[in-house]
């Protein structure tokens, strides 16, 4: 898990893993009269702690349930259901690698198998090429659209189209637009950069340098 703080791109995702809370035990039902016999949570989960350590706790339908600890336990379930129709025995399966949580402490690096189909880049979308994503954060598109299905096969993601928002969240044919400066849009961080600031995971890249890179990860 690499920390939030490092990687500098938008913090909105994180914080809604972290902060959100749901109602799993469906009180605003019972408040408006109606049946309300809850989402049926008990059940054990593990969870990763700030310094690295597993912990394992126990879950139960609670009307301020944070949102990660109730999807983690139904995911949870979902799995033990399958182990227990399948006669599946767990550790061979999971071996000692538990179905453990780790909400909102950061970022875990994905796999770079396929990435070149895997556009926009960044959790939240808010970069549409390769190229983009390996030059500073003051040449990225600022405004572009999503939902253009068209491929760019040079800077390996979606052709951007750029466009003014004038306050919109949608252009005339219906595709979102997407504006950086808006919050949980922001497209900063994971910027290879000679600057020593937040966000910064390596240094610049010329243009050669990044089209050299793209070349590689069209291969893998």
């Known amino acids: 898990m690499i920390k939030q703080s490092h990687i500098g791109t938008d913090p909105a995702q994180g914080d809604v893993l972290r902060n959100r809370t749901v109602d799993t035990a469906g009180s605003e039902l019972a408040r408006a009269g109606q049946s309300s016999p809850g989402l049926g949570l008990d059940i054990d989960v593990c969870q990763r702690k700030a310094d690295n350590t597993l912990d394992t706790i126990h879950l139960s339908d609670h009307a301020m349930q944070l949102y990660a600890l109730a999807l983690g336990a139904v ?13 599946t025995v767990q550790a061979e ?4 690698r538990p179905n453990c949580l780790a909400a909102g402490f950061g970022y875990k690096a994905r796999p770079l198998n396929g990435v070149w189909a895997t ?12 190229y983009d994503l390996l030059s500073p954060v003051a ?5 572009f659209l999503l939902g253009e299905p068209s491929f760019d096969p040079v800077r390996v993601g979606i ?3 750029t466009v003014a928002p004038e306050g919109r969240t949608y252009d005339s044919k219906g595709y979102f637009i997407i504006d950086t400066s ?14 020593k600031h937040e966000g910064v995971i390596g240094p610049a890249l010329s243009p050669e340098e990044r089209n050299a890179i793209i070349e590689f990860l069209k291969s893998i």
């Open 139 to 143: 040449e990225r598109p600022q405004v």
């Open 119 to 130: 556009a926009p880049f960044l959790h939240n979308g808010s970069v549409p090429t390769i």
């Open 182 to 195: 808006r919050p949980a849009n922001r497209n900063t961080g994971h910027e290879f950069s000679n600057e």
């Open 159 to 161: 052709v951007t189209r």
């Open 75 to 87: 995911v949870q379930s979902g799995i033990d259901e399958w182990l227990r129709s399948t006669g």
């Open 93 to 96: 399966i999971e071996g000692d």
